[in-house]
């Protein structure tokens, strides 16, 4: 039981480079979110999703989009990659009738913008 | 909006000895939920207690007890008999009721049990 899989655990990427980080889920969760974690400013919410085919803005959405196809899935993507956007990315999900606030996580993935 | 603001950015302690991390919020609602997470060197995030906001009696689990006060908007983490496995960074969170478990974090503690 895998849990919350987020690849790539690392990433280098240039200034204006895209890509595409993907969190796998395999305990049927309806809710997935993605944060960013940076230095002296806790997690903060890019995206998330209350389940499949459906996405939201968080506080941070700018420069990222998201998508839900599958219930297991969501993906975060950068199409034009800033030094900004250097951060660790976390995956986490809710059950939906679980535990109130009880989230998830994946083991995060280190991007670093050039 | 919410704000969750730890005003500690590291901490340490001596292993057996106790522990107080602070947290405050600022918050319009009535309904709602207050937690703390620990994310250990390993990154994975865990939740370590959580406390809901119509409940007065303080959350504990096992060395791990909240003091929550309600009208000065403090939810602070006491940690009894210090392990070395406590070291980690641990953050405060918000969550407004029925907002479909989207946590506002505070800046987060690293707090360093010494041996």
């Known amino acids: 039981n895998a849990g919350v899989t987020q690849t790539p655990k690392f990433r280098v990427l240039k200034t204006g480079q895209s890509m595409t980080l993907l969190c796998a889920q395999d305990?049927?969760?309806?809710?997935m979110y993605w944060y960013r974690q940076d230095p002296g400013m806790g997690l903060r919410l890019i995206h998330y999703?209350?389940?499949?085919?459906?996405?939201a803005k968080g506080e941070v959405p700018d420069g990222y989009n998201v998508s839900r196809l599958k219930k297991q899935n969501f993906l975060l993507g950068l199409e034009s990659a800033a030094p900004s956007q250097t951060s660790v990315y976390f995956c986490?999900?809710?059950?939906?009738?679980?535990?109130?606030?009880?989230?998830?996580f994946g083991e995060g993935s280190r991007l670093t913008v050039l | 909006a919410q704000t969750v603001t730890q005003s500690q950015p590291e901490m340490s302690v001596q292993e057996a000895e106790t522990v107080t991390l602070s947290c405050t919020y600022d918050?319009?609602?009535?309904?709602?939920?207050l937690f703390w997470y620990k994310q250990p060197p390993s990154r994975q995030m865990i939740l370590v207690i959580r406390?809901?906001?119509?409940?007065?009696q303080n959350a504990t689990e096992n060395r791990f007890s909240v003091n929550f006060q309600k009208a000065a908007k403090s939810f602070s983490l006491k940690i009894s008999d210090s392990q070395l496995g406590d070291t980690a960074m641990y953050f405060c969170?918000?969550?407004?009721?029925?907002?479909?478990?989207?946590?506002?974090f505070g800046e987060g503690t690293q707090l360093t049990v010494n041996p």
């Open positions: 986490a999900t809710h059950g939906g009738t679980g535990v109130a606030g009880e989230l998830f």
């Open positions: 305990m049927n969760h309806e809710y």
């Open positions: 999703s209350v389940g499949e085919g459906t996405t």
């Open positions: 918050t319009s609602e009535n309904n709602y939920y």
């Open positions: 406390q809901e906001a119509y409940k007065q």
């Open positions: 969170a918000f969550m407004k009721h029925e907002s479909g478990s989207r946590l506002t």
